[in-house]
C-alpha cells in the first residue's frame, strides 16, 4: 500500500466504504511488512506468472 494505511481517517473512511460496497467479503488486515516489502512481493509474484489480479476495464492492461 505504500504506506496508505498510515494517512488516517480522511482517506481510509471513504476507503472502507468503497471497498464494502464492491467487495463485501473482503476483509482488511494489517500489512505483513513495510511498503518495500510489499512492492517486492509483488514483483516477484508479477515476474513468476504468480500474482492473479481481477481484471477491470477501467485500468490500463497490457497482455
Do not use: C, I, N, Y
Amino acid at each position: 500500500t505504500g504506506g496508505l494505511f498510515k494517512t488516517g481517517e480522511p482517506l481510509l473512511a471513504p476507503l472502507r466504504a468503497e471497498l464494502a460496497a464492491l467487495l463485501p467479503q473482503a476483509t482488511v488486515v494489517s500489512a505483513a511488512g513495510d511498503p518495500l516489502h510489499g512492492a517486492l512481493v509483488l514483483a516477484a509474484a508479477l515476474a513468476g506468472d504468480g500474482l492473479r489480479l481481477p481484471s477491470d476495464g477501467r485500468l490500463l492492461h497490457v497482455p
